[in-house]
């Protein structure tokens, strides 16, 4: 059931299942997430409070302050002409997703498998608007602020986050004020937003106005404690919750989707079932995919597509001939380090991050 918000723009998005959340929360089926590039009319939504009511590029300033020897203030038109103007194709994926099959379960948006997608994002460098500002030594990490608030808590931010100094002046670190070539919507952070290629979707803050250089890790609103954090050492259901053992996300874990066939698929017998999907990694590249047709318990390699953008997820296809009956498809991922997705069950934290359960999906051959 679509969320009450009157968004022209989120009504539009009529695949998305909406979250019971108070926050607009969304996300697609995987099926949906078929095409290279993702369609915005299809693109999860992930909120963590209210939704500025000004979104358009005009009188938008984005302020650049704290560790830097010149603070700045631009305009939007400052920043499509003063500077170099780049693209990257990257996936964006939030933390949470597949948070609903963690077992046992945890508190949080109850996401499946849908809060991800690939888009072409087109803006700055961040590196570039830093490099302007002069970095001074004793920065260490970057604070990004918006003016969305907590629901709960209106007099405080919904989020604000940072990302390490090297990683903000990596080359692929932008701020952003398109996707896929058209102007960034409000439900996307519109008109300015942090994209971090390889980092959770909580570090690529949205409706950006201020980039603040600290020289200490940021403390801002949902990074502290265990706020897309992950426990050091394994922790299980009840343990005792410290923070000092948690440390920030920043790379996210191999994964992949079966787009084709869709769920609860039915297939003619006596053709190959053609399985396809998407492989991805946070700072790792893609090694190799396999598919499964009966669970898990045997598996046959799939094709992978030639490699592209290095933050953009990976073509992957098998064709399989099987006998009629009952099917349940799954995907396995391994990145280069020959870490793998977990078939049974990934490992459990108190927030439910980072769940890179191998997907699966039923259908039947007739």
Known sequence: MPHPSTDT??????????????????EPPADALDPMLTPQDVFFVRNNGDMPAQAGEEGWRLDVTGEVERPMSLSM?????????????AVLECAGNGRAFLSPPVSGAQWRDGAVGCARWTGVRMRDLLERAGVKPSAVY?????????LAHPDRPAMSRGIPICKALAAETLVAFAMNDEPLPRLHGGPLRVVVPGYPGSAWQK???RIDLRDCEHDGEKMTGTDYRLPVKPVSPGDPLDGA??????N??????????????LHRAGS????????WSGARAVAAVRVSADGGVTWTQAKLAEVGEFFAWRRFSAGLMLPPGPVVLMAQATDVEGNAQPVVEAPWNPRGYCNNLVHSISGRVI
Do not use: C
């Not at 998005?13 to 926050?23: C, E, I, M, P, V």
């Not at 970057?142 to 907590?150: A, E, K, L, M, V």
């Not at 996210?252 to 698929?265: E, G, H, N, W, Y």
């Open 9 to 26: 723009a989120q009504a539009a998005k009529t695949r998305l299942r909406w979250l019971d959340d108070d926050a607009v929360n969304g």
């Open 77 to 89: 038109a400052d920043l499509m002409q003063s500077f170099p103007v780049v693209s990257i194709t």
């Open 142 to 150: 970057t604070g990004h602020h918006s003016p969305d608030r907590s």
């Open 207 to 209: 409706w950006l106005q």
């Open 245 to 250: 053992v948690f440390a920030v996300i920043t």
């Open 252 to 265: 996210m874990p191999v994964k992949s989707l079966i787009t084709r066939p869709a769920a609860d698929f």
């Open 272 to 279: 190959a079932l053609e399985v396809a999907g998407w492989a």
